[in-house]
């Protein structure tokens, strides 16, 4: 007896269709399993046949030989226990019913429970477009799954519910979709609670205000952690289409906590700086999202950054231009967003007193060379804002005044987004960190002084043609922050400000 049992598979961001072909003969009793199954899925035979053993059926006896279709591509995890256990029972006469319009997805335990899958949305996705009507899923995985509308899903906690409403006794009820609700930060560090640093602060509302790549470069327990880690509280809601894009990233890393619907906070990341370049990028034979990846439409935040390896700080340059990450193996070529708001955070030399106003260095001239050469110039020069962090001063320290809340930048951060989302609705693109360079003489109009100030500017810093778009971009943001349509000398002005830091701590200018 033959059947076909719909399943799915991932191949980076996107899922296919699986076929788990069963074929039951008469023979000497084997089994079989063709079709590129790694080892996970290999040993699901063992699972699944104690599954049906301690759910009370008989595992079929005779030549059973199964086929994971397309038998081209490589069959990954432990989610095609499911649909085998499903077909086994169907060649098995158990069950009876037409299942062309059905897909199965799951890992199950020796006692038949089910067992939490990756990548369950993407998978849906494709279920939908490809005309499955209904989809059993993992109950911890339910909820991701119900958020995608015009396909059941329904959740399965133990395989006596699944095969019950197979037959038709006792019926599932499909898992509904959660309200989406952009978390707006409750809970997070607020920059009420950092004293002093006005300058830092502002420069960080408008990285926040234009999606921009920020260096804070400052001494030891000047505050930079600080200031980055409350980062994400001035940054506007998620959209819905970037929280399902945010989701089915962490779905498919595996990182989603079980009963999530969509992802409501813009991600957070902060790895060590001993983290491997394929961890920072994603990899391994096959790929999955790195922290680049998973902090898409959010923040990367790298501590320490002169400490990262050389090859880990590199990774980074494709992909803060693209805003996509592209792995290539034997197999094919994994691509993954990761439009993320680069943040690093070093000292300015080893013992981190360089150009402290009343600390003498340590470090030789040299030495400080050294140091600060980690830090490539193409690297430098796609981090659109440098921001110096000094010490904070005792009497801001001691004072008493409270500061301005997240709350309350976050609204002016968010309002500037809004102008952004309008002005380039047409395009595709969310924030002025993104636009094109063919964009920036329609939306980056200056006036003709604030033109002859960044004119003098280019020339006597000696900018390159990135920096020279960067300026423009976040002047955009300033004058977006101001409410102004045109860039006048006072954002250029600004702008500029935030690329010189590199003639005090970078002062062959090599690097611009």
Not at 389 to 418: C, D, N, W, Y
Not at 441 to 448: A, I, S, W, Y
Request: proline share 6%; with cysteine.
């Amino acid at each position: 007896m033959f059947t076909s049992i719909n399943s799915f598979g991932l191949f980076g961001m996107n899922a296919y269709r699986v076929a788990v072909e069963i074929d039951l003969s008469r023979g000497m009793p084997i089994f079989e399993m063709v079709g590129l199954p790694d080892t996970a899925v290999k040993e699901s035979r063992d699972r699944v046949r104690s599954a049906i053993k301690n759910g009370g059926y008989e595992f079929p006896v005779g030549r059973v030989v199964v086929n994971l279709a397309p038998a081209d591509v490589k069959k990954i995890g432990s989610l095609y226990d499911l649909p085998l256990f499903i077909g086994l029972l169907y060649v098995s006469g158990v069950i009876d019913r037409d299942l062309s319009d059905c897909a199965f997805i799951g890992e199950l335990s020796l006692s038949g429970e089910s067992s939490p899958a990756s990548g369950v949305l993407p998978m849906v996705m494709e279920a939908k477009a490809q005309g499955i009507r209904s989809i059993f899923v993992p109950f911890a995985n339910s909820a991701e799954g119900a958020v995608v509308e015009g396909i059941d899903v329904y959740p399965v906690k133990h395989i006596s519910e699944l095969l019950t409403h197979l037959e038709g006794s006792a019926m599932l009820t499909p898992a509904a979709a959660k309200p989406f609700a952009a978390d707006i930060a409750q809970g997070l560090p607020d920059y009420s609670e950092v004293k002093g640093q006005a300058g830092a602060k502002r420069a960080l509302e408008i990285a926040a205000a234009g999606g921009h790549n920020v260096l804070l470069i400052g001494p030891p327990g000047s505050g930079k952690s600080m200031l980055a880690k409350r980062l994400p509280s001035i940054l506007p809601p998620l959209t819905f289409d970037e929280a399902i894009e945010t989701t089915k990233i962490q779905s498919i890393a595996g990182a989603l906590t079980g009963g999530v619907s969509l992802i409501s906070a813009r991600p957070y990341r902060h790895p060590h700086h001993t983290v491997s370049p394929v961890a920072l990028s994603g990899g391994s034979a096959y790929p999955k999202p790195g922290e680049l990846s998973l902090a898409h439409n959010g923040v990367l935040f790298l501590d320490e950054l002169p400490e990262f390896t050389r090859t880990a700080m590199e990774v980074l340059r494709q992909p803060m231009e693209d805003g996509c990450i592209s792995i290539s193996r034997v197999n094919g070529t994994y691509t993954y967003p990761c439009s993320v708001m680069l943040v690093g955070a070093m000292n300015p030399c080893k013992c981190g007193y360089f150009g402290h106003p009343t600390r003498q260095c340590s470090c030789s001239p040299v030495s400080v060379a050294k140091y600060l050469s980690k830090i490539s110039g193409p690297l430098l020069d796609r981090l659109d804002l440098h921001i110096e962090v000094m010490p904070v001063e005792f009497e801001h320290l001691s004072s008493g005044q409270k500061a301005e809340t997240s709350a309350e930048i976050r609204a002016r951060v968010s309002a500037a987004r809004a102008l952004q989302v309008q002005r380039y609705q047409a395009y595709g693109v969310s924030c002025n960190a993104k636009i094109t360079p063919a964009m920036l003489d329609e939306f980056c109009v200056m006036t003709p002084a604030a033109k002859a100030i960044l004119g003098r500017a280019f020339d006597t810093m000696g900018l390159s043609a990135r920096a020279y778009d960067r300026i423009l971009k976040v002047a955009r943001t300033i004058a977006d922050l101001d409410g102004a349509g045109e860039i006048d000398p006072r954002h250029i002005a600004e702008a500029v400000q935030y690329r010189s830091l590199d003639r005090k701590y970078w002062a062959s200018g090599a690097h611009v």
